[in-house]
């Protein structure tokens, strides 16, 4: 049996109107601490969102899911934080219309994999 280590992730979620609170997963990030791995993986479905709030600034969300993909990759001011502290600063609550989702844990072998299967069945919903 391979060995297998702690991670966390947490959904990315678009709520379009932050009264009515109805969101739509869009992502999901993971991060292994002991593998120090840090990964994201996003999908915009229009239609998703669009069933929610018609006037959407898909554009905007778009724009916004790539700046989260570029902070993951340490890009920009991200870039000085480890992926740890990455992880911690993308999971912060926010009031925004991009949020992210509370934080869960499990075990992995193959956290690639991992994020994979989680985007397969929590994003995409093609898994």
Do not use: K
């Amino acid at each position: 049996m391979s060995e297998r280590d702690t991670f966390e992730y947490a959904l990315l979620r678009v709520v379009p109107d932050i009264e009515r609170g109805e969101l739509v997963n869009v992502g999901v990030l993971l991060h292994c601490r002991h593998r120090v791995h840090l990964a994201v993986r996003t999908h915009l479905d229009p239609d998703r969102v669009r069933a929610l709030d018609p006037a959407a600034d898909l554009e905007a969300l778009a724009g916004a899911l790539d700046a989260w993909e570029r902070a993951v990759h340490g890009e920009g001011p991200a870039g000085v934080l480890s992926p740890g502290e990455r992880f911690r600063w993308l999971t912060a609550p926010r009031s925004t219309v991009l949020q992210p989702g509370p934080v869960h844990t499990g075990l992995t072998g193959d956290p690639e994999a991992e994020i994979e299967r989680l985007a397969a069945r929590l994003v995409r919903r093609d898994g």
